[in-house]
C-alpha cells in the first residue's frame, strides 16, 4: 500500500509548484510584451490587414500555450502611425493580451 504524504508538507509543496508555474507564466507574459508585436511602440509589420488576423491566431498563448480567441481587430494611430491592434483571449486559461500590427501599405504619389 502506497504511503500517502502528510497533509501539510503535500500542501506546501503544492504551494511551492503553483507559486513556481504562476513565476513561470508571468515571466512568458513579459517575453511576449518585449517581442515584436507585444506593444503599441513595436508593432510587428504585415503586409496587408487581412494577415493580421491570420497571423494573431497562430500565436499561442504566452501563460499556458492555448489558442487564442481573437476579439477584436481595431484600426488606431499611435504618433502618427496607423497601427492595428488584435485583441486576444486565450481559449484555455481566459487570459487577455493584445497584438500590434503595422501595416505596410503602398505609397500613394
Ligand atoms: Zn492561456
Redesign the pocket.
Known sequence: MKKKPRPERARSERRLRERATQKLADDSERLFELEEGGRAERPLAVGSASLVEVHARSVP?P??N?VHDLLEHVALVKDGVRLREARLR?R??G?MRSLFFRLLEARLN
Open positions: 498563448c501563460r499556458c492555448g486565450c484555455q486559461c487570459s
